[in-house]
């Protein structure tokens, strides 16, 4: 926890290494610890691995994130590790739920599921923000009290 705690922020994501591992490794059903990743970078890891950290550290759940789940959350191998992702309908081509986890005191999780819009909504509203974004762009410049100074 020592080598986690002492990463430098801000920073940015290296190619490997302890940083990169945390970001985009992810929970596996599978027969090894370790295994190369689907993603193309860092590894996957099962059930063993997150057993064995939870151990160590006197920890009862790993809540992690980055990783697209249809429900917004999803729990992994007997609830000892959650997967949290915010963003619904990710970049307009999952049609996932995003989801918000809230922790008690008394420890217990409740998740706050953020519904995705339907897809076609989202691409007018997309379209609409594009086209008004364009229009500001293309609007003549500003004249009288509002225009540039010249000192």
């Known amino acids: 926890m020592d080598d986690i705690r002492h990463i430098a922020r801000p920073t940015d994501v290296p ?4 940083l990169n591992d945390l970001l985009w490794s992810d929970p596996a059903d599978q027969e090894k610890d370790w295994e190369s990743s689907e993603r193309g970078v860092s590894y996957s890891f099962g059930k063993k691995v997150i057993s064995e950290f939870l ?5 009862d759940l790993v809540c992690r994130a980055h990783m697209v789940v249809e429900d917004g959350y999803e729990f992994f191998e007997d609830r000892i590790l959650v997967t949290v992702f915010s963003a ?11 989801a918000v986890m809230s ?8 998740f706050e599921l953020l519904k995705p819009l339907d897809s076609s909504a989202l691409k007018s509203q997309m ?4 086209n008004k974004r364009n229009s500001m ?3 003549p410049p500003p004249t009288g009290t509002f225009a540039p100074q010249s000192v």
């Open 127 to 130: 379209k609409k923000s594009r």
């Open 137 to 139: 762009v293309n609007s």
């Open 88 to 98: 619904p309908n990710y970049c307009g081509e999952f049609d996932n739920y995003g």
């Open 55 to 59: 151990a160590r550290h006197d920890f």
């Open 103 to 110: 922790v008690s005191t008394e420890l217990l999780c409740s």
């Open 15 to 18: 190619d490997f290494g302890l």
